[in-house]
């Protein structure tokens, strides 16, 4: 009980105190907080106070509670049986194990740890004694949807079922039972977009097969199956992921794209959705985006630190053009977001085009390209060009006209920064000579080209290290006689048994130099465009990914993915 008297003190009071909050700060949040259901703790994170992180130590020290760490933790079945989801959600609580000491006392993670009202309930419905500790509410819903997720899928499924029998074979879902926020199919939808932002997943794939829908999620660059439906339900996700991206539902036999905004976990997502009619009905594909993933900071980006130096040097020119490249789903579009956010000054304009405006950044003038009214790249940058701006960024150089202003543009004192789709650097500038750039023009203009790609991270947790094979000396140009220790992937509940977590970025930085724009207006060949950019310090994808092997970071296979020689 003395517990329970001292947990009568209130969060915003307890951060007060702690000094990671401001009394001003809390009346704002408190302000904000009422005429919604949210817990003062949501708004305070939502609206940038604090973070859930900062939260949790505070708690910590304030109280003397353990924190839990959730990631991969699967709880028995027995302690699942013993709360019901839907008050698990109320509360953003999970109960994840007994005391191995004392059968009689739960252990439960907790968002707000001094929820009185939360503790009681779970304690009268459990008939245990609840032992409280911290956890952040972002790891706490993570938990629940790894655990209960396909429970409550399937439950949503089969009510689906038991009402369009009711209906008598009804099988398409109307678009105004669609907007019904309890209808089956909404929770299901709804659940399916939640898991892959929680499993951090980039594209969903909901795909008509013979006698199934199958779900996958993109993660970490790898597709995974996560959930097989009846493909009798295929008519209703279908319809209500058209109505909520403001597509079509009566056209099924033609592509169409759409676009929706969704906040998960106080987070705002931008939902890209396409839509192709395949033999056994429609596919969908969902690209997930947000502001915070696109924005990151620049070292988090996975430069090197003298290739850092060299990104800082490049992105410092007053005038010039600088291209990004890679296979989609490389990482360009982060890499430019985070340039033009370190970009972004008062006394700067910046001006975008883009296809399609990936995330919003504030102060910054961003086009959305739109074909129907004849507003391509090149004609948007014409526009731009009288627009007195001091940085332009367009989304892609596609055709000669595009990428003839973007030269013309960069040589006549604008800063230029955009994406192109080749394998390396050197081969970005027989791509822009191919589309009719002279190459006196482009030596004049090139400051630099970053090439990159993205590899899976091993898992630390479960990574295991053994001695390099013959093979793999030669691949990574090590001699055979070098004793090389690397690492490989095994699998563990923490990286759902991948072997890996989360991907980072390799590069290819080539700076311009007088030699090296001397051999791009000579017409030199790609090889010794490489062998003077090496002289210049720049390092391959290849010799990059090897680090990144003998570092123990990545693997062998994501290497020979990522790069070749």
Same mark, same amino acid.
């Given at each position: 009980?003395?517990?329970?008297?001292?947990?009568?003190?209130?969060?915003?009071?307890?951060?007060?105190?702690?000094?990671?909050?401001?009394?001003?700060?809390?009346?704002?949040?408190?302000?904000?907080?009422?005429?919604?259901?949210?817990?003062?703790?949501?708004?305070?994170?939502?609206?940038? +106070? %604090?973070?859930?992180?900062?939260?949790?130590?505070?708690?910590?020290?304030?109280? =003397?509670?353990?924190?839990?760490?959730?990631?991969?933790?699967?709880?028995?079945?027995?302690? @699942?049986?013993?709360? $019901?989801?839907?008050?698990?959600?109320?509360?953003?609580?999970?109960? +994840?194990?007994?005391?191995?000491?004392?059968?009689?006392?739960?252990?439960?993670?907790?968002?707000?740890?001094?929820?009185?009202?939360?503790?009681?309930?779970?304690?009268?419905?459990?008939?245990?004694?609840?032992?409280?500790?911290?956890?952040?509410?972002?790891?706490?819903?993570?938990?629940?949807?790894?655990?209960?997720?396909?429970?409550?899928?399937?439950?949503?499924?089969?009510?689906?079922?038991?009402?369009?029998?009711?209906?008598?074979?009804?099988?398409?879902?109307?678009?105004? $039972?669609?907007?019904?926020?309890?209808?089956?199919?909404?929770?299901?939808?709804?659940?399916?977009?939640?898991?892959?932002?929680?499993?951090?997943?980039?594209?969903?794939?909901?795909?008509?097969?013979?006698? @199934?829908?199958?779900?996958?999620?993109?993660?970490?660059?790898?597709?995974?199956?996560?959930?097989?439906?009846?493909?009798?339900?295929?008519?209703?996700?279908?319809?209500?992921?058209?109505?909520?991206?403001?597509?079509?539902?009566?056209?099924?036999?033609?592509?169409?794209?759409?676009?929706?905004?969704?906040?998960?976990?106080?987070?705002?997502?931008?939902?890209?959705?396409?839509?192709?009619?395949?033999?056994? =009905?429609?596919?969908?594909?969902?690209?997930?985006?947000?502001?915070?993933?696109?924005?990151?900071?620049?070292?988090?980006?996975?430069?090197?630190?003298?290739?850092?130096?060299?990104?800082?040097?490049?992105?410092?020119?007053?005038?010039?053009?600088?291209?990004?490249?890679?296979?989609?789903?490389?990482? @360009?579009?982060?890499?430019?977001?985070?340039?033009?956010?370190?970009?972004?000054?008062?006394?700067?304009?910046?001006?975008?085009?883009?296809?399609?405006?990936?995330?919003?950044?504030?102060?910054?003038?961003?086009?959305?390209?739109?074909?129907?009214?004849?507003?391509?790249?090149?004609?948007?940058?014409?526009?731009?060009?009288?627009?007195?701006?001091?940085?332009?960024?367009?989304?892609?150089?596609?055709?000669?006209?595009?990428?003839?202003?973007?030269?013309?543009?960069?040589?006549?004192?604008?800063?230029?920064?955009?994406?192109?789709?080749?394998?390396?650097?050197?081969?970005?500038?027989?791509?822009?000579?191919?589309?009719?750039?002279?190459?006196?023009?482009?030596?004049?203009?090139?400051?630099?080209?970053?090439?990159?790609?993205?590899?899976?991270?091993?898992?630390?947790?479960?990574?295991?290290?053994?001695?390099?094979?013959?093979?793999? @000396?030669?691949?990574?140009?090590?001699?055979?006689?070098?004793?090389?220790?690397?690492?490989?992937?095994?699998?563990?509940?923490?990286?759902?048994?991948?072997?890996?977590?989360?991907?980072?970025? %390799? +590069?290819?930085?080539?700076?311009?130099?007088?030699?090296?724009?001397?051999?791009?207006?000579? =017409?030199?060949?790609?090889?010794?465009?490489?062998?003077?950019?090496?002289?210049?310090?720049?390092?391959?994808?290849?010799?990059?990914?090897?680090?990144?092997?003998?570092?123990?970071?990545?693997?062998?296979?994501?290497?020979?993915?990522?790069?070749?020689?």
């Amino acid at each position: 009980m003395a517990l329970r008297r001292r947990n009568r003190l209130r969060l915003g009071d307890l951060l007060i105190q702690q000094n990671v909050l401001t009394e001003e700060q809390l009346r704002a949040a408190l302000q904000m907080q009422k005429g919604t259901n949210k817990k003062i703790g949501e708004i305070l994170v939502e609206e940038g +106070f %604090i973070t859930e992180e900062m939260i949790a130590r505070a708690l910590e020290a304030q109280m =003397g509670l353990k924190t839990v760490q959730l990631r991969g933790l699967t709880v028995p079945r027995e302690i @699942k049986k013993l709360i $019901d989801v839907k008050l698990l959600k109320k509360y953003t609580v999970f109960a +994840f194990e007994v005391d191995p000491y004392n059968a009689n006392i739960l252990h439960l993670a907790m968002a707000d740890p001094l929820d009185m009202e939360a503790i009681d309930d779970i304690a009268i419905v459990t008939n245990m004694q609840i032992e409280p500790y911290i956890a952040t509410r972002r790891d706490i819903r993570s938990a629940i949807d790894r655990n209960y997720g396909d429970a409550e899928n399937i439950d949503a499924v089969n009510r689906f079922a038991r009402e369009r029998a009711q209906l008598r074979g009804n099988v398409a879902v109307t678009s105004d $039972d669609s907007e019904i926020d309890d209808a089956p199919i909404v929770q299901l939808v709804r659940s399916i977009l939640e898991q892959a932002v929680r499993q951090r997943a980039s594209d969903i794939h909901i795909e008509a097969l013979e006698n @199934k829908v199958r779900v996958r999620y993109r993660i970490d660059g790898a597709l995974c199956t996560k959930m097989e439906y009846d493909n009798s339900l295929l008519p209703a996700i279908s319809t209500r992921i058209k109505i909520m991206g403001g597509m079509d539902i009566a056209e099924k036999r033609k592509p169409q794209d759409g676009r929706l905004s969704l906040v998960i976990d106080g987070q705002e997502y931008d939902i890209r959705i396409s839509s192709v009619p395949t033999v056994y =009905g429609e596919k969908l594909v969902l690209r997930i985006s947000s502001k915070i993933n696109l924005t990151k900071d620049k070292k988090d980006l996975g430069f090197a630190p003298d290739e850092l130096v060299k990104f800082d040097h490049m992105m410092s020119h007053p005038y010039g053009i600088i291209f990004v490249t890679g296979p989609t789903g490389s990482g @360009k579009s982060t890499t430019l977001y985070t340039a033009l956010s370190e970009l972004n000054k008062d006394e700067v304009n910046i001006v975008t085009v883009e296809d399609p405006v990936e995330a919003a950044l504030e102060g910054i003038n961003q086009i959305q390209v739109n074909n129907k009214v004849n507003l391509t790249f090149a004609t948007a940058l014409r526009s731009i060009l009288r627009q007195d701006p001091d940085i332009i960024m367009i989304g892609e150089i596609r055709d000669r006209e595009t990428a003839s202003i973007a030269v013309q543009a960069s040589i006549t004192g604008h800063l230029v920064v955009s994406t192109l789709h080749t394998n390396n650097a050197t081969g970005t500038l027989d791509r822009m000579v191919d589309m009719g750039v002279e190459r006196y023009m482009l030596a004049d203009s090139v400051v630099g080209v970053i090439a990159q790609r993205l590899v899976r991270k091993l898992c630390p947790h479960c990574r295991k290290k053994r001695l390099a094979t013959a093979e793999e @000396k030669r691949i990574m140009h090590l001699t055979e006689e070098e004793s090389v220790e690397i690492y490989e992937p095994v699998g563990c509940n923490l990286c759902n048994d991948t072997g890996y977590y989360g991907r980072k970025g %390799i +590069f290819e930085i080539m700076e311009m130099n007088e030699e090296i724009q001397r051999l791009i207006a000579e =017409g030199s060949d790609s090889k010794n465009l490489i062998y003077a950019a090496k002289r210049n310090g720049m390092r391959t994808l290849r010799e990059n990914g090897v680090r990144d092997v003998l570092a123990g970071i990545t693997s062998i296979e994501e290497l020979q993915k990522a790069s070749y020689e």
